[in-house]
Structures are given as C-alpha cells and as structure tokens.
C-alpha cells in the first residue's frame, strides 16, 4: 500500500494525533434524552400547530381526549361553582327582596299603597345586588315618617266641632273617640307597624239607651260626662266581637244621662232615741223620735206644681242618684239590686251591638279619665 506524502504545510506532529482519533471509539449519542426532547416537541407540535400539521390517527384521537377531558373539566368547574355558590347567593338575595317587599306591602298599605316613596323604595329593593344591599334599605324608618305625615293632616282634616276625632282600628274592630291632643300623642307615639293599622275618622255618633244593672253600669258610680269604655262578657263570638280580646270592644264613649229605677227615690225612714229615767220607784220614760218620708220623684213633680218652691226643691235634689251612689261608696252599704237607664253616646256603626247585647256589656271607667273620687283613692294609696 502506498503510503501518502505528507502535506508540507500541514503541521508535523498532527498526524499521530488523527491517527489517535481513528483508533478512539466515537462517543455515541444518548438516544434516551434526544428521544424524550423529540417526543415532547412533537407533542405539542401536535397539539399546537395548526391544524394543517399531518398527525397521526392516535394523536388525533389523544387531541380530541384532551379537547373532551378539558370541557369535562370546565363543566364541572362551572356547574361547582353554580350550585355551591351562585344558586344558594341567588336565591338568599332572592329570599331577602321578598322579605323586604312583603315588609314594604305591609307597612305603605291603605292610604299610603301608591305613595312616591313605596314606588322608589320597591324599585331599589328590585335592583338591588347584594344581600347586605337590600338589608341597608330602611323600610321602616321611611313608613313611620310618612306615616306621622299623613296622620297629622288626616286629624286635623277629621275633627268634629267638639274638637274631636275617632281612630279606627282595622285588625281589632275597635273605635276610639279621642281628642285632637290624645290622638297626635298616639301618632307621635308609634311607628309604622301600629300606624298603618289605623285611621282617623270624623266622629259619626248617635245616643243610645240601655237599661242595664249596677254591676254593668260601673258598679253605679259613673257620672254624666264619665268616659267610660265597654266590654262583652259573651262567652263566644257575636258580631265580630270576641269576648278573649283583651281591648274593649268600644272605647271612648260619653255617659249623657243616667237614671235610676223609681223606686230609689222612695224614702221611709224613722230615728228613735229612747231614755228611761228612774228614781226611787218611779219610772220616766224618755224618748226621741225623728220620722222622714218622702218620694224624691213626688216632690219634683209637686215643684212642678208650685206645691213646692221650685229651685229649692232642684237645688236640693240636684244629682240626687250620683249623690247616693257615692254616700252608698263611702258607707259599703248600697242597693245592689239596683238598675240604671243611661244614654250614652255610641260611634253609629256600633248601634246594633249595643241593642243586641244590652244584657252582656259592661261599662268600665279608665283610670286615665277617673272622676275625682277615683283619682283621689289612687293617690291616697299610693302616697302613704
């Protein structure tokens, strides 16, 4: 074999060098790691080129597994999030709206149901976004103003020409004659939820007559000009009004007159006083006897007759009834089986139950208008 000359320009020396070169094994690639790099860019070569990228079937259907397992993914993500979250918030915020419409509905009902502000009030609980929004809306606080508003010009717009006014009660079937100072202190007194449930009418009376006994007429002690309140002792419901209601049925009404049976006027009455005076074996008897008799309602009508002088005879008799009931009071002696007529003024609309239960009512006497005697008892008991 012939042997090659050697360059003369290529370095002596070199040639031991290449032959070295030849006789080392070449060091071979590492076909794990090239093969693993290879693998992950042709996968997301796969999955990220466009798709006029030629790939294989099995990539195909791997892509399309990947695309399915993803929405599978989000789905579920989103339905989670649907029914732990934005359902039970929705329908929280829905519970509260309805909540505080219904309080709305209540409280602006009656004359205030289509008043501005229940409209602007309803419109920001309807677009309100959040539950802590829709609990900021102060519902109450704007009735109770609104409220005091009305009712102050309804009572001044419903007195009668006694300056007074009548608060009816819608949910107790109840009518209350008041005066126009009584009246503004209940409305300056309550808020909505009492306010909304009453109105102010101009008084609309009659004067009824009932013939009732001393025990239903206060135990007898009421005067003319008493206002005294009535109640049923009915052990069950008539006419709408029931006997386990603790308000009474009417209140505020006015005692006009009051007369007693005949026979209360008739006086028999006699006084002795006796002394027996002895001395030795004589005996002086002694004895002092008053007699009075007389019939009060034959001596009114003897005045009448100029058989007495007439004044005297009024003047002396004036408010004989109350005058006896009160002496009857002080000495715990009275006639208990004694009746009473009275007139007393009725709001109209109570008429028929006042006839149909003439045997069943009974007048009370509110310490709140207690005559001078009642007043007088109170404050010496509780004074001492």
Not at 61 to 86: D, Q
Not at 181 to 194: F, S
């Amino acid at each position: 074999m012939n042997k090659k000359p050697r360059d003369p320009l290529y370095p002596k020396g070199f040639e031991e060098i290449d032959k070295q070169k030849e006789i080392l094994p070449k060091p071979k690639p590492k076909r794990d790691e090239l093969s693993s790099l290879k693998k992950l860019n042709h996968k997301l070569g796969v999955y990220f080129s466009p798709s006029t990228t030629d790939i294989s079937e099995d990539e195909k259907k791997k892509k399309i597994g990947v695309i399915i397992t993803l929405l599978i993914l989000t789905t579920l993500i989103i339905s989670s999030y649907y029914f732990i979250v934005y359902e039970p918030y929705q329908k929280e915020l829905s519970l509260e709206k309805t909540t505080k419409l219904n309080e709305l509905h209540e409280l602006y009902s009656g004359a205030l149901a289509t008043s501005p502000n229940e409209m602007i009030l309803e419109n920001e609980i309807e677009n309100g976004k959040s539950v802590e929004e829709i609990e900021r809306i102060n519902v109450l606080s704007s009735a109770t103003k609104d409220w005091k508003s009305y009712h102050q010009k309804s009572i001044k717009s419903s007195l009668d020409k006694y300056n007074r006014t009548m608060a009816v009660y819608s949910n107790e079937s109840k009518n209350i004659i008041m005066s126009e100072n009584d009246a503004l202190k209940i409305v300056n007194g309550n808020d909505a939820k009492i306010l909304s449930k009453i109105k102010f009418e101009k008084p609309n009376t009659v004067s009824v007559p009932v013939l009732i006994s001393r025990l239903q007429a206060g135990a007898g002690l009421i005067n003319v000009g008493s206002i005294v309140d009535i109640y049923s002792n009915l052990n069950n419901t008539t006419e709408g009004f029931n006997s386990n209601k603790t308000s009474p049925d009417i209140s505020g009404c006015t005692v006009l007159a009051i007369m007693r049976y005949e026979e209360n006027g008739e006086v028999d009455s006699e006084y002795s006083k006796s002394n027996t005076i002895v001395n030795g074996n004589t005996t002086n008897p002694h004895e002092n006897s008053k007699k009075f008799s007389s019939n009060v309602l034959e001596m009114i009508k003897g005045s009448i007759m100029n058989g007495y002088d007439e004044q005297e005879t009024f003047k002396m008799l004036r408010d004989y009834g109350v005058k006896l009931s009160n002496y009857e009071r002080q000495i715990n002696l009275g006639d208990l089986d004694a009746q009473y007529m009275l007139l007393i003024e009725t709001p109209q609309d109570k008429v028929t139950y006042m006839i149909n239960n003439m045997d069943n009512i009974v007048l009370t006497i509110p310490t709140a208008n207690a005559p001078n005697w009642m007043i007088n008892e109170i404050n010496s008991t509780y004074q001492n």
